[in-house]
C-alpha cells in the first residue's frame, strides 16, 4: 500500500531523510518511531505531498507522489501540533473538510464527529478549545471522508487518556492502513503491528513488532539493595536462572520478554537479597540503537 525506496530530503545543508526504503502492507498499522529531527515528519510530509522529496520515488496504492491530487483523495493527514482557524466551529471546520472530498452528507459528518467524541462540543469556537481537543478536530478532518489511508505525527502527543483510549479503538477497527510516529516502542505498543525504527535520517531496523520485543525485551526490572555487598550474590543466583542481567552504579536491572517473568524475577530476588525498592523501566530508545549498534551515516 504504501511503498517507499531510496528517499532523500535535504533542508539547505541539513540532511533531513537519506536512502529511506519503506514498505507497510495494506490494513496494517506501521509505527515510525526514533527522537526529535530524525527524519519522521519529513516522511509524513513528503507521503502527503506537502514537500518534495529531491530524489527517490514513493507510491501510495500504486500512485505515485507526482499525481498529488489523487493523492489526497486517498489520504487523510494529521500533523503533530494541527494549527487550525480558532474563529471557526468543530462543526464547520469537519463539514469544510468534507466538503474538498465532495461530501455534504450531514449524516456522514455527524457520525465522525461522535466516533471521534466531539459531539457535544460541535457547536463551539476553536478559540475555546484545549490543545487536545483542536487536535481532536485535526483528526476527525483527515477522516471524515473515510481515506484508505491515515499518515498521523505523534498522534497521542497532548491527548487526554480519554482522547487516546478513543482514538487507538477506531485505529484498531478501521482496517485502514496507517502511518504513525513515535518517540519510542511504548507510545506505539499494542497499536502497531510492525515498526521502522530511525536515527539521524537513516533506517536503523524494522520489522514485526512483535519479533522486535523478542530480540531487545519489553523492558527491565530495576532493583536497588540496602547492601550493596548482596550485588554479586544476587547476580548468581538471577543469572544461574537464566535471566539477562546489566549493573549500573548500585542499580541491578533484570532485562525480561513477557510480563509474566516478573514474579519469578521479584521471588528470586526477595529470596537472595534485601531489597529496598524494585521498579520496572521500559526499554528506552537508545536501547534499541545499543543493541544494533548503528553505524552513523
Not at 456522514?108 to 484545549?130: H, P, W, Y
Not at 550474590?233 to 509474566?260: P, Q, R, W
Request: aromatic fraction near 4%; charged fraction near 25%.
Amino acid at each position: 500500500m504504501i511503498v517507499v525506496r531510496k528517499l532523500n530530503k535535504k533542508y539547505r545543508k541539513t540532511r533531513a531523510i537519506k536512502d529511506i526504503d519503506l514498505h507497510v502492507n495494506k490494513g496494517v498499522i506501521h509505527g515510525l518511531i526514533g527522537p526529535e529531527a530524525c527524519g519522521k515528519t519529513t516522511i509524513l510530509r513528503i507521503l502527503s505531498t506537502l514537500v518534495r522529496p529531491e530524489s527517490g520515488e514513493a507510491t501510495i496504492n500504486d500512485i505515485p507522489l507526482v499525481k498529488g491530487l489523487n493523492i489526497r483523495k486517498i489520504i487523510g493527514y494529521v500533523p503533530k501540533t494541527p494549527h487550525l482557524p480558532n474563529d471557526y466551529t468543530a462543526r464547520d471546520l469537519v463539514r469544510f473538510a468534507a466538503s474538498l472530498h465532495g461530501i455534504h452528507d450531514r449524516n456522514i459528518i455527524e457520525s465522525i464527529l461522535k466516533q471521534i467524541g466531539l459531539e457535544s462540543v460541535a457547536d463551539q469556537r476553536l478559540d475555546r478549545f484545549s490543545q487536545a481537543m483542536e487536535k481532536n478536530v485535526a483528526f476527525a478532518m483527515a477522516c471524515v471522508h473515510n481515506p484508505l489511508v491515515l499518515l498521523l505525527d505523534e498522534p497521542m502527543a497532548g491527548l487526554d487518556p480519554v482522547s487516546q483510549k478513543r482514538i487507538r479503538e477506531y485505529l484498531l477497527a478501521s482496517n485502514k492502513t496507517v502511518l504513525l510516529t513515535g518517540n519510542d516502542l511504548d507510545t506505539v505498543d499494542g497499536l502497531c503491528n510492525s515498526v521502522t525504527v530511525m536515527r539521524s535520517g537513516s533506517v536503523i531496523v524494522d520489522g514485526e513488532m512483535a519479533s522486535l520485543r523478542q530480540q531487545i525485551g519489553k523492558g527491565a526490572i530495576e532493583i536497588k539493595l540496602i547492601d550493596v555487598g548482596q550485588t554479586q550474590k544476587l547476580l548468581f543466583e538471577l543469572e544461574k536462572n537464566g535471566a539477562k542481567v546489566t549493573v549500573s552504579g548500585e542499580s541491578i536491572y533484570v532485562h525480561y520478554k513477557k510480563d509474566s517473568e516478573i514474579p519469578g524475577i521479584m521471588k528470586i530476588a526477595a529470596g537472595t537479597a534485601d531489597i529496598i525498592d524494585a521498579r520496572p523501566v521500559k526499554i528506552s530508545i537508545d536501547d534499541i540503537f545499543a543493541k544494533y549498534h548503528p553505524v552513523e551515516k
